[in-house]
């Protein structure tokens, strides 16, 4: 079993997700015994003093069960396979020219602050930015437990209305970006074949040093069979771009696995309410 990493993997998660509701049970199941010790207790004759701290004690108890009782329902409930997972996200300025390009960053950099109060780790895997520093794409990597549970709800447009710092005229622009969050694919989540991707090389842009304009370290890689392609140009190495494309090139296809399946599955979902309706 040790040999299998795989199922080894999977059932190290499935102790580690079973583990608070474990602890929550047994504090519910000693809460209760020391609740029902209390009560006894109540109805022996006591000083004035002790029967309220009795009370106290009791009311205590009683409002800890029915916490814990609430707890242990929500951490029944059936949760999503990839909520435990890291993410990586992508924002891409939309509507607004250079202004939704600033307001890429700015999402950027609320999002890296969120996850450093989360105490998570932030990576950064490709960025294009424009002249005033805007985003025009960032992808970057959140790694930290349960960061997908926290994050996925962030996927779609984001608007902002304000007065850009190019207005001369104080009139108001509203601008849009694009947020994308998705689970990380590990290796035994999608397996990529060599005969399936196209990997091209060519010059970084932007900042980061003499070298990176004038040596081929961007890292370009298509997947044949879907079309879909991932970049990275962040890092000096073609070595550690190239990882760092196949990194995100997983899980763009896991991604699109994953709501095709739900797709399929609302529709076999719809089709039984339908089927069910009285004619």
Partial sequence: MASDNKKLREYSKEQSDLQPTYEAYNEYKQVSQDLEAAKEMQGEKLDDEMREMVKMEIDELSTRQKELDELIRVLMLPKDPNDDKNVIVEIRGAAGGDEAALFAAD???????????????????????NDLGGFKEVVFLINGRGAYSKMKYESGAHRVQRIPTTESGGRIHTSTSTVAVMPEAEDFDIEIHDKDIRVDTFCSSGAGGQSVNTTKSAVRVTHVPTGIVATCQDGKSQNSN??????????????????EEEAKISVERKSKVENGRPQ
């Fill in 107 to 129: 999402l950027y950099r609320m999002y890296t602050r969120y996850a450093d109060a989360q105490g998570w780790r932030v990576e950064l895997m490709d960025v294009n930015t």
């Fill in 242 to 259: 190239k990882e760092k494309a196949l990194q995100v090139l997983r899980t763009r296809i896991f991604d699109m696995k994953r709501m």
